[in-house]
Each structure stands twice: as C-alpha cells, then as structure tokens.
C-alpha cells in the first residue's frame, strides 16, 4: 500500500487545517491508520488514529482539537485540526499496516507503511 499525506500549510495561531493521507494499492478502510509528527528536533509523536471498526484514538495534547476520519469512497483518511497552536507545528505523517490493532494503534513501530509527510507551521 502507498500513502500519500497532503494539506500542509502555514495557518495563523487558532486556524484550521485538514490534513488528508490518500491510499493506493490496498482498501485502506481495512486497515487502521494512525496520524504522527515530528517537530523540528523533536522525535515522532502518535497524534491519533482510527482502526479499523472506526474507533478513534487521540493524543492527550491534541484532544477535544482534532478528528480523524475516514472516506472509504475515497479511500483517504483526513486529519481535521482546529484552534491550531504553535506547538502543533511539525512535519505530520499517515502510516498504515495490517497488524495494527486497538492496542498498539498509538506505537510507531507497528506501522511499516508510511506516507511522506506534510508540513504544517503554525504562526502566532
């Protein structure tokens, strides 16, 4: 499976943006795909995810902010980000993988297929 991550931008302090991740070669709502980013000098962080039930995890520092879902016509999942901050700053990057499950949806290292990675920058 191919992921394709877009939507990345640069938005003022308490914008929005949606971040889409495209998929080819697999129906990826069979899949759970996990959203993560990193920030510059920071190491990659779980950011949410949905499995595939379509339940959804989130990130304490993004909750209440962000909404993952899922368009299976489309075959794209979308990262919706409100009242952006500067801190949410950071390349964000989709992954998906057969064995993920409910358990291990927010590790990094269950996931071998990654998208590129978007850049989002948030001014303030």
């Known amino acids: 499976v191919q992921l394709q991550a877009s939507g990345g931008g640069l938005v003022q302090a308490g914008g929005s943006l949606r971040l889409s991740c495209a998929a080819s070669?697999?129906?990826?709502?069979?899949?759970?795909v996990g959203w993560f980013r990193q920030a510059p000098g920071m190491e990659r962080v779980f950011v949410a995810a949905?499995?595939?039930?379509?339940?959804?995890t989130y990130a304490d520092s993004v909750k209440g902010r962000v909404t993952v879902s899922r368009d299976t016509a489309r075959n794209t999942v979308y990262l919706q980000m409100n009242n952006l901050r500067p801190e949410d700053t950071a390349v964000y990057y989709c992954?998906?993988?057969?064995?993920?499950?409910?358990?291990?949806?927010?590790?990094?290292?269950?996931?071998?297929?990654w998208g590129q990675g978007t850049l989002v920058t948030v001014s303030s």
């Open positions: 992954a998906t993988d057969p064995s993920v499950i409910v358990s291990n949806v927010a590790s990094q290292s269950a996931y071998a297929h």
């Open positions: 070669g697999r129906t990826i709502s069979r899949y759970a």
């Open positions: 949905i499995n595939r039930s379509g339940g959804k």
